[in-house]
């Protein structure tokens, strides 16, 4: 192996890692780096063909400007943090209501009435909904009155067919006369004037039991009893009763 020795006179022309600087910018050009490497520029130019006040002015309107949309992203990236605070702030006034969201499930709480719309886009005669259990069999059935194109609203009680019994608890040796809490399955069909008929979407009115952020932390998520996570823009409608 060969030993190179090192010539004292020589030691300062090497780079001494000890005294490096931390790369605290990751590589990126900041203003003061800009400035620096014009006077640099402007030091070393060649005096016969000294560089041209328009290009050093464009130069530095480049910079200005790519400077103050990196300024401009970061405000804006702090508005919407604190947008998305104020959105959770107001919609944690939502816990203990009810909200309409768009679902094929409807809760029943046991102690409130389960609510929810049906919207008609053409006459109907009939319109029919079904409510099964979580082993699809038919436990209630009942018709909306008089439905009209646009919004419908129905309500169920909890109460059963005979055929529903088995989503009954017994209370005192006899079956009660309303289903159990839980979530069930919400099917809808309209039979309309023209002689078609079809399955359509309802809406329910559901209780918010907690307020969270979205997995990716934007967004609120509104945490429905029964039904789960859904989000603030899928609420169709707040109710206060």
Same mark, same amino acid.
């Given at each position: ?28 050009? &900041? ?16 005096? *016969? ?7 050093? #002015? ?18 804006? !990236? ?5 947008? /998305? ?18 679902? $094929? ?6 102690? &409130?009435?389960? +609510?929810? *719309? ?10 029919? @909904? ?13 018709? @909306?009155?008089?439905?009209? @194109?646009? +919004?419908? *609203?129905? #309500?169920? $009680?909890? *109460? ?11 209370? $005192? ?5 309303? @289903?159990?809490?839980? &979530? ?11 002689? &078609? !008929? ?7 009115? /559901? ?35």
């Amino acid at each position: 192996m060969t030993t190179v020795n090192k010539n004292p006179a020589l030691d300062g022309m090497y780079w001494d890692n000890s005294n490096k600087v931390p790369d605290k910018n990751n590589g990126a050009l &900041t203003q003061s780096d800009f400035f620096a490497l014009l006077t640099q520029q402007l030091a070393y130019q060649d005096p *016969t063909k000294p560089v041209e006040n328009d290009q050093m #002015i464009a130069q530095m309107t480049n910079f200005t400007m790519a400077d103050g949309i990196s300024q401009l992203n970061k405000n804006f !990236s702090g508005l919407a943090e604190s947008m /998305t605070s104020n959105q959770a702030l107001q919609a944690s006034s939502l816990v203990g209501r009810s909200v309409l969201t768009k679902s $094929d499930q409807i809760v029943f709480t046991g102690d &409130t009435l389960a +609510r929810g *719309t049906i919207e008609l886009d053409k006459p109907a005669t009939m319109l029919r @909904v079904m409510i099964e259990n979580d082993k699809g069999e038919l436990i209630q059935s009942f018709s @909306v009155e008089n439905p009209n @194109v646009g +919004r419908n *609203t129905f #309500i169920w $009680d909890g *109460t059963y067919l005979p055929s529903g019994e088995s989503s009954a608890d017994e209370v $005192d040796g006899e079956l009660a006369e309303r @289903v159990r809490a839980g &979530t069930y399955k919400l099917k809808v069909e309209a039979s309309y004037s023209d002689g &078609t !008929s079809a399955s359509i979407p309802a809406n329910v009115y /559901t209780p918010v039991g907690s307020v969270s952020m979205n997995s990716n932390g934007k967004g609120i998520l509104l945490n429905l009893l029964g039904l789960g996570p859904v989000k603030l823009g899928d609420v169709l409608e707040v109710s206060y009763s």
